[in-house]
């Protein structure tokens, strides 16, 4: 199923064909009723998730690294959690809006300079590419305050997207089979020849995070055991991992490295999956780019927004965009980026789950894919795009499609960069829309999807006439 390109679709179809209960394989269950969820990812039965995830831990000198995201230790995980999530709040939020803004503006200038109001072919943008090297540059930014250099060089800066999309190609369908990453990646020879440095084991974005870090502590040399003073450095992940470890000593040094890996790792593709599902949907829904372009203007009209020059919009003006919130919600649902079942391992005593008695060692889980088009949480048309069902829910709706909302996962895994990769969205999404009018290239013409473990998006093709005649930075 994982092969053929599609698992996210063909888990619906087997849910729509046989029900809340399907056997994908062995020993392995997938649920589509909604208090599924809730017995699955609460954490009262605690739930340890399955070595699906082992697979996707990186690998530096020949040695396996574990992240916050690829941990199967439930214990581990919940350290590991603890320890970052200071540097992960929404009270912190506000403190990254100088790195997102400082990309923005990059992107709104390469659009100006590149395509922006070109005839022709010359105007044409294949925006999936251009949305992944933002989110990119983005998370370098708020991690290293270090861009990776993707918008400005226009290109895959050290092949470092490529060996994420053959680690996402690599982990989809060896995950299924997990023993046998043991025969391939993490073949015992393969990894004792790279710890003797006979062979290169050390992936490509792994060893970019490992040279910041390093870098990192030769600039702060004996103050890298002072607590950070406002202003006296910058206050990127990183400076607030260093500290978590050097000052309080809440995480460990290998985990500084794992949480910047689970940055660059997952931070960077899901959002420009998201981005992607965004934009690709308003220009296809044209009822909704117009509605959502009526609000922008009006609120331009009222004084909404402080910056005029370059259009940028700050999160607590983003707050205040009800269409906005619900464009973005509304494709985050319809277009979540994981598109496999999100494994669990059923405790030794068993489990009931949706009503019915699992037991113990049972592989369980929910898909997105699945979970989020339930016609009994979301509506009749919740195969639509519309985001008003955001906006027209009353209270109780509103907070059940809250409730089963599986985009970013639920409990104590809830991935825990939501509220970053919240902040790049709606901040890039208005600031985009304030500066341009896009439209597709071709408006009859489909983007391409690959499903695997994330489901992936291309030739995504649109056009930039500038709204006003402003001037790029």
């Known amino acids: 199923m994982v092969l053929r390109g599609r698992p996210h679709e063909e888990q619906r179809e087997l849910h729509d064909r046989y029900g809340d209960i399907v056997r994908l394989g062995p020993g392995t269950l997938s649920f589509a009723h909604p208090q599924a969820v809730s017995d699955i990812y609460s954490g009262k039965h605690r739930m340890r998730k399955s070595e699906f995830y082992s697979v996707q831990r990186g690998i530096r000198d020949g040695r396996s690294i574990s992240t916050i995201f690829s941990t199967t230790d439930e214990n581990a995980h919940a350290k590991l959690r603890r320890g970052a999530s200071n540097a992960y709040a929404l009270t912190t939020l506000l403190q990254f809006e100088p790195f997102v803004d400082s990309t923005t503006k990059v992107l709104l200038a390469q659009i100006r300079s590149r395509w922006a109001d070109k005839p022709g072919t010359q105007g044409i943008c294949d925006f999936s590419t251009w949305l992944q090297y933002y989110a990119f540059d983005v998370i370098g930014e708020v991690t290293f305050s270090k861009r990776m250099g993707f918008l400005e060089e226009g290109r895959d800066v050290g092949n470092i997207i490529d060996a994420i999309d053959q680690g996402l190609d690599y982990a989809g369908p060896v995950g299924q089979i997990p023993m046998s990453d043991y025969f391939l990646r993490r073949n015992p020879l393969k990894l004792l020849a ?280």
Not at 390 to 411: N, P
Request: hydrophobic share 40%; net charge positive; charged share 25%.
């Open 194 to 473: 790279g710890r003797w440095g006979f062979l290169n084991m050390t992936f490509t974005h792994v060893a970019f995070g490992v040279e910041q870090i390093r870098q990192r502590k030769l600039e702060l040399g004996g103050k890298l055991r002072e607590p950070v003073k406002d202003g006296s450095r910058p206050r990127d992940f990183l400076s607030r991992f260093l500290e978590s470890h050097y000052v309080q000593g809440s995480i460990s040094e290998d985990q500084v490295m794992s949480l910047t890996q689970a940055n660059i790792n997952a931070g960077s593709d899901t959002t420009a999956i998201s981005l992607r599902a965004i934009f690709y949907h308003l220009l296809k829904t044209p009822g909704c780019y117009g509605k959502l372009m009526d609000e922008l203007e009006l609120a331009e009209a009222r004084g909404h927004f402080a910056d005029t020059e370059t259009c940028l919009v700050s999160w607590n003006e983003a707050q205040k965009l009800p269409y906005l919130d619900a464009v973005i919600k509304e494709s985050l649902r319809i277009f979540p980026a994981v598109g496999l079942t999100m494994e669990r391992v059923v405790p030794p005593q068993g489990s009931v789950i949706a009503g019915a008695f699992v037991p113990g060692g049972t592989i369980v889980g929910c898909s997105p894919w699945v979970i989020n088009f339930r016609t009994d949480v979301f509506g009749s048309d919740a195969d639509s795009f519309r985001p008003e069902r955001w906006i027209e829910a009353d209270e109780e709706k509103q907070s059940r499609m809250k409730k089963y909302f599986l985009t970013f996962g639920m409990g104590s895994h809830t991935c825990i960069g939501k509220n970053i990769s919240y902040l790049e969205m709606y901040k890039v999404v208005a600031a985009v829309l304030r500066n341009f009018r896009i439209e597709l290239a071709t408006p009859t013409s489909q983007w391409k999807v690959h499903g695997s473990w994330f489901v992936k998006q291309g030739d995504f093709k649109v056009k930039f006439t500038s709204r006003t005649a402003r001037k790029a930075d």
